[in-house]
Every structure is written in C-alpha cells, then in structure tokens.
C-alpha cells in the first residue's frame, strides 16, 4: 500500500499545458474547416462595365456601342437579357445592325463571365428607332441569371 501512495501523476501545471495545446489544435482545425465550407456559401457576382463606347456607321445609317465588361467577383456571372432605355433588345446573338430596330451579339444562354475574365457586348440601334437622335443618351442595361442589373448611360454621337 505504501508503494501506491508514494508514486505521483504529472504534476498540474504540465496537466493545464497539455489540455490548453490540444484545446489550440482543436480549435485551428475547426476552424479552417469552418472556413472552408463559408467560402463555397459565399460567393457573390459583381460585373462592372468598364467603357461604354458609341460609334455612328454614317454609311448604313446605325449606331453601334460596344460595352466592356469585368466580373470583379468570385462567381460565375451569366448574362441572360439586355435592354434599351428599360425595352428588351429585339434580336440576341446577332453582331450586325437591324433597321428600324435594335439587336446586341449578347446570347442569352452562352454569354457567361468567369471570375476576373472580361467580356465585350456589342449593341445595335438602327436609325429611326424611336426616335433616337444623336446627343440623346441611352440606358444601356443588362440583366444576369443571378438578378443583378449592370446599366451604363451612353450618349449616342
């Protein structure tokens, strides 16, 4: 029985030690698991448009602007409508000019900006469209798959 009492545990300062390093580790771990499932819950769309740019086709008579777009966010960002002074575009997909009438090369269903990537959308108002004249601005505004809206005001020249 002596033999028992005169062995002795570690002492309790080594004890808290070790309990306060597991209690660090286990916390660093969750918490970079935390991390990473926020990070997928997180993500978020932002386009800007960089330049709105409207040149005159004095020849067959349209104006043609060509927006530069960036997605500064980290998700993927789908352009799904486009719109003149708040009227859908009457005609997608099409990189050339409709009398009377409006068209943009968006598509709809392929235009889709990854994270940091640019893209360029050409817009076509052909003359005698509304009555559009030169010195009138324009609302420029597309509509993405996730429901932002990203408009640019451009004066027709």
């Not at 559009?132 to 429901?147: D, P």
């Amino acid at each position: 029985m002596r033999n028992i009492r005169s062995r002795r545990a570690i002492s309790p300062v080594i004890a808290t030690v070790i309990l306060v390093a597991v209690a660090i580790t286990v916390a660093v771990a969750v918490a970079y698991w935390m991390g990473g499932i926020a990070g997928q819950y997180t993500k978020f769309e932002k386009v800007e448009i960089q330049t709105g740019i409207c040149t005159y086709n004095i020849t067959n008579t349209y104006w043609k602007i060509e927006l530069k777009l960036k997605n500064t966010g980290t998700a993927t960002s789908t352009m799904v409508a486009a719109f003149i002074n708040d009227v859908e575009v009457v005609t997608y997909d099409n990189d050339d000019y409709t009398v009377n009438s409006t068209s943009t090369s968006l598509n709809p269903t392929a235009t889709t900006i990854e994270s940091g990537e640019s893209a360029t959308i050409n817009f076509y108002i052909g003359l005698g469209y509304k009555t559009l004249s030169a010195g009138t601005t324009v609302n420029i505004k597309i509509h993405s798959a996730g429901g932002m809206d990203y408009i640019k005001l451009v004066e027709l020249v």
